[in-house]
């Protein structure tokens, strides 16, 4: 079956620093989405890559997708507290004939200020 | 209004009683998911209801039943839960295309507590 697995697990960041998170696929990415989570809510969408070498970026996040590694970084600039939470990758499954995602175990991010 | 409504946002509940978790979209979407999210592990696929076809994880247990009487409701039916069965639960939905999921819209969850 498909596994993503994110790095780092957690995170703790002072204020303003940069950070990168990665999400590594078992197997071939058909579309990469990127979602974060506040503790015990539900997912909010970031972005979704599908193309290897795609590059998307809203306000400070830039999410990239390299297909060949079956790879993708999402990295914040100049975090904020506002940034904290638990950030998720998400693929379509090849498991479930792509009809659903499958996700990775997320990386909690703190921001101190 | 939000996109996807869960209810009841909290549930306890003792190993032998039946309850229900709701879910109610309100964009238009044609496919419905629900998902379990337990500490430290990743979100795991529970049921997908898609263009009225369902898709099922085989490990799920079958004291969890779910119910698509339409395209903007889903239901998860409970019945003789663990405690490992305590949870956040998450519903989602999306329109249904070809090559691919596309963008899952998540409610709040359902925090189920199993006594």
């Known amino acids: 079956s498909q596994e993503l697995e994110q790095s780092p697990q957690s995170l703790i960041v002072q204020e303003g620093k940069n950070l990168t998170i990665n999400c590594t696929s078992s197997?071939?990415?058909?579309?990469l989405y990127w979602y974060k989570q506040k503790y015990g809510e539900g997912l909010i969408f970031l972005m979704m890559?599908?193309?290897?070498?795609e590059e998307k970026s809203h306000e400070k996040i830039t999410a990239k997708l390299d297909e060949k590694k079956q790879q993708s970084s999402l990295h914040i600039t100049a975090s904020q507290p506002s940034h904290a939470g638990i950030y998720l990758c998400?693929?379509?499954?090849?498991?479930?004939?792509?009809?659903?995602?499958?996700f990775g175990s997320g990386t909690r991010l703190q921001v101190q200020p | 209004e939000t996109g996807v409504t869960q209810t009841p946002r909290h549930l306890v509940m003792g190993m032998t009683n039946k309850k229900s978790l709701k879910c109610e979209q309100h964009?238009?979407?044609?496919?419905m998911y629900w998902y379990k999210q337990s500490a430290k592990k990743p979100l795991e696929l529970m049921f997908v209801?898609?263009?009225?076809?369902?898709?099922e994880n085989n490990s799920v247990p079958s004291r969890f039943s779910p119910e698509c009487p339409n395209s903007s409701h889903l239901f998860l039916h409970l019945h003789t839960l663990q405690p490992e069965d305590s949870a956040l639960y998450l519903c989602?939905?999306?329109?249904?295309?070809?090559?691919?999921?596309?963008?899952?819209?998540f409610g709040e969850g359902s925090r189920l507590t199993v006594l």
């Open positions: 209801y898609s263009l009225e076809e369902r898709v």
């Open positions: 989602a939905s999306s329109q249904d295309r070809t090559g691919g999921t596309g963008e899952l819209f």
């Open positions: 964009l238009g979407h044609n496919a």
């Open positions: 998400g693929a379509d499954g090849e498991d479930t004939g792509r009809r659903a995602l499958t």
């Open positions: 197997k071939t990415l058909y579309g």
């Open positions: 890559l599908q193309k290897g070498g």
